[in-house]
C-alpha cells in the first residue's frame, strides 16, 4: 500500500503532465494496476512517482505504454478500408445522406470506431459524424474512451490523418477529442441484448467466428433487421457469411453484405 493515499491528485497531476484523463478507467482497477507499477520504480508515494516520471523520460514512457493494453489495430485489413472509401461510404452518402447510423459492434479498444470517423471524415463534416460502438468487456471500452495507441497500432492509418488527428505522448499516442467526440460508447452482449435499428452501417468484424454456426446466424439475422434496406454489413476477413442468400443479404464485394 502506498504510503500517502492521494489518487485524486495524481490524476490531476497525469491530467496536466500527460493529457490522459485516469477518469476514464475504473477506478479500482487502475489503481491497483497503478499502485503495482510505482512499487515496481521502489517509490512510497503517487506525489514522488509524478516527480520521477517528470524528470526521467524512460519511467514516463514506460507509464504510458502501461495505459496502452489490449490494442488492435486500425485500419486493420486496408484493402478493405480502401473499398469502404471508395464504393461503400460514397453509395450510402447517396442513399441516406450525410448523416449516416453507424454501428461498430464488438468494437474493442476503439481502433475501429475511430478508424471510421477518420475515413468518414474525408467525405462529410465531421459534425455530421456519429457512431455508436459497443463491446461488452468494459475494460477495453475504458481503454477506447482513453484513446491512446502504441506505434504498431496506428501503423495503418494514412499519414495525412495520422499527423491532423494524433498527439504522441512519450512514445504512445493520443487520439484527438474532435474524433473522440463522434463515437459513444456503450456495453453491449451481441447475444442477449437488444440491436440498435435504423442502422445504414453495421460493422462487426473477426468476432463471430468464435461463435457457433447456430448463433452466427442469430447474430446475422439480427444485424439484418437492424439495418435499413440497402444497409450494409461489413465483416472480417477471417469471416465468411455462406448463407448470406437466405438470411436476406446481396454480396456487395468481399466482405460486404447489403440488406435487400
Known sequence: MLE???YEKFKKDILQLAGIDLNSYKEKQMRRRINTLITKNNVKTYNDYVALIKKDKEKFDQFINFLTINVSEFYRNPDQWKILEGQVFPELIKKFGKNLKIWSAACSTGDEPYSLVMALSRQVPLANIKIIATDIDNQV?????MGLYNEKSIASVPDDLK?????????????????????????????KDPYPSGCNLIVCRNVVIYFTEEAKDVIYQKFHKALQPGGVLFIGSTEQIMNYRELGFDRHTSFFFEKK
Open 141 to 145: 471500452l475504458d481503454t477506447a474512451r
Open 4 to 6: 500517502t493515499d492521494n
Open 163 to 191: 499527423k491532423k488527428y494524433f498527439t504522441k505522448v512519450g512514445s504512445s499516442y493520443q487520439i484527438s477529442d474532435e474524433i473522440k467526440k463522434r463515437v459513444e460508447f456503450k456495453k453491449h452482449d451481441l447475444l
